[in-house]
């Protein structure tokens, strides 16, 4: 998304809330599409769940899309920016460092069962003040215990700090449908074909048209999200046809388009 055409906000600070009788306060909020909420960090770590629309998430090591109905992880100190990518409701889970040894020490996208869904639709309405021995406090306990369970989703893109490795990457993401080999890029940034094949898995544990296969899909699931038909996505991606559109997003999530979509809202 063009950044001229984002708007900014400041954090809610919720995440700075120090509290230990409370180890995780939940807030929620709509987000208009566009809207960018500014580079922070805080020292409760976040679990960001896309209730409605989709998100993205970005950090100095790589960038995360979070579908419908699942959610990012974002350990505390994490510095981090979110742009809606939809018009979105996000809820928020602030976790206190006290318990979020628990989770995760990277960022990870999240799939969420409804069960923890249900959770997290009640505890983003407790009041900051909740009660720490009643009933919402219990609830709580029971979240905590069901985060603990999540499963990583393949939806991670990792950025490189190497600046040829960076500069390809840039390009690619202001043209996913950009065709031209490693070789023709080498070229371009002044390296070999081998030492970008090197640094590409050095800096990111992938291949090159890994990483491009990888940004492709984010970049999919941005478009299909906002009402692209699976055709004018797959032909504008520079897939040959429909049908292997369809193959690689069954190869890499487990399903297809449709009924990932499907699942995701039900």
């Known amino acids: ?35 960018e909420v500014v580079p922070h960090r805080h020292v409760r770590a976040q679990l960001a769940f896309a209730a409605e629309g989709v998100i993205r998430v970005i950090t100095d090591t790589g960038t995360w899309l979070i579908p419908p ?83 990583p989703a393949e939806l991670y893109l990792p950025l490189a700090k190497d600046r040829r490795i960076l500069r390809i990457m840039q390009r690619l993401m202001q043209d996913p449908a950009n065709e031209q080999s490693a070789q023709a ?10 030492t970008l094949t090197r640094l590409f898995q050095k800096e990111t544990n992938m291949s090159f048209n890994a990483w491009r296969k990888q940004l492709r899909l984010q970049e999919a699931i941005n478009r299909l999200s906002r009402g692209d038909s699976v055709t004018d996505v797959a032909l504008s991606l520079g897939y040959a046809s429909p049908s292997a559109f369809v193959a690689m997003f069954r190869q890499t999530l487990g399903k297809p388009p449709k009924q990932f979509f499907q699942e995701q809202l039900s």
């Open 185 to 194: 890029w080498a070229q371009e940034v002044g390296a070999s074909r081998r």
């Open 69 to 151: 109905q699942q959610a990012v992880w974002i350990p505390g100190n994490t510095l981090h920016h979110v742009v809606a990518e939809t018009d979105v409701l996000v809820q928020h889970l602030h976790i206190d460092a006290s318990v979020a040894a628990r989770y995760p020490t990277v960022c990870a996208v999240m799939d969420v069962p409804p069960l923890v869904r249900e959770l997290i639709k009640r505890v983003v309405n407790f009041t900051q003040h909740y009660s720490p021995d009643g009933r919402e406090a219990r609830l709580v306990h029971v979240l905590m215990d069901e985060l603990e369970a999540l499963q």
């Open 1 to 35: 998304m063009d950044s001229e055409k984002r708007t900014h906000r400041q954090p809610s600070g919720s995440g700075d809330i120090e509290d230990l009788s409370r180890p995780i306060i939940g807030t929620q909020g709509q987000m208009n599409s566009g809207l």
